[in-house]
Structure formats: structure tokens, C-alpha cells
């Protein structure tokens, strides 16, 4: 199966870039799958969880992303928002201690994954 490259970047520094098999964006009610050959594209993502997939369809990596945009055109989807999290990289205490509602929202994810 084919890769794409990806990179996810916030406004003063790109916090990942790679190449996998495909990227699951959050696009509101339906999750938008990013592949090799996919149509040129820009969408709008939402606040929620980004996953990068190996070729089983695996998750290997979580990030949460506030809303933002993705382009999509020749096998690379960038990803651009102001906040991008590796799930590894926070916990319940520290998202809820945010008065925010990208923060908030971390906190109950984070809540569920346990």
C-alpha cells in the first residue's frame, strides 16, 4: 500500500512530520481519512483527536488538535492548527486546568481513553 507524507504544524513550529499510511482527521460529525491518491483537498478540521494509521489501519500515533484547517494535494496532508498535543504529552489535571474549551475537551478525551 502506498504512504503519504505529513506534517502537522502550529503557527511558529512544525511539531510532526513523516510518512504513514493514512491520517484520520476530526471533521465534525464524520472523520475524514487522508490516503495516497486522495483528491486535492482543504478541509476544515474541528477540535478532536488526529490519528496516524500504519497499513493495517492501526493507530500508531494520537494527537488533539483544535480546529484548524487541512490541505491535501499530491500525497501530503498538512495540518494546520494553533494547538496540536501528543496524547502522550498531557494528562487529565493539566487539560482541566485550562479554562478553555479546546482544554476542556482534552480532559474528557483523555478521561475516556482510560
Not at 49 to 61: D, P, S, T, V
Not at 106 to 114: D, H, I, R, T
Request: proline share 3%; glycine share 6%; net charge negative.
Amino acid at each position: 500500500m502506498a504512504n503519504i507524507k505529513y506534517k502537522l504544524v502550529q503557527p511558529d513550529k512544525i511539531i510532526k512530520s513523516g510518512e504513514t499510511w493514512g491520517v484520520v482527521l476530526p471533521t465534525g460529525e464524520i472523520n475524514q481519512t487522508v490516503i495516497s491518491g486522495q483528491t486535492p483537498s482543504i478541509l476544515k478540521t474541528d477540535n478532536g483527536m488526529l490519528r496516524i494509521l500504519n497499513e493495517h489501519g492501526q493507530i500508531i500515533e494520537r494527537y488533539f488538535i483544535s480546529s484548524g484547517v487541512a490541505t491535501v494535494a499530491d500525497d501530503l496532508c498538512v495540518v494546520a492548527s494553533e494547538h496540536i498535543i501528543n496524547v502522550n504529552d498531557i494528562d487529565v489535571a493539566t487539560a482541566a486546568s485550562c479554562d478553555d474549551d479546546f482544554h476542556q475537551m482534552v480532559a474528557e478525551e483523555l478521561k475516556a481513553l482510560k
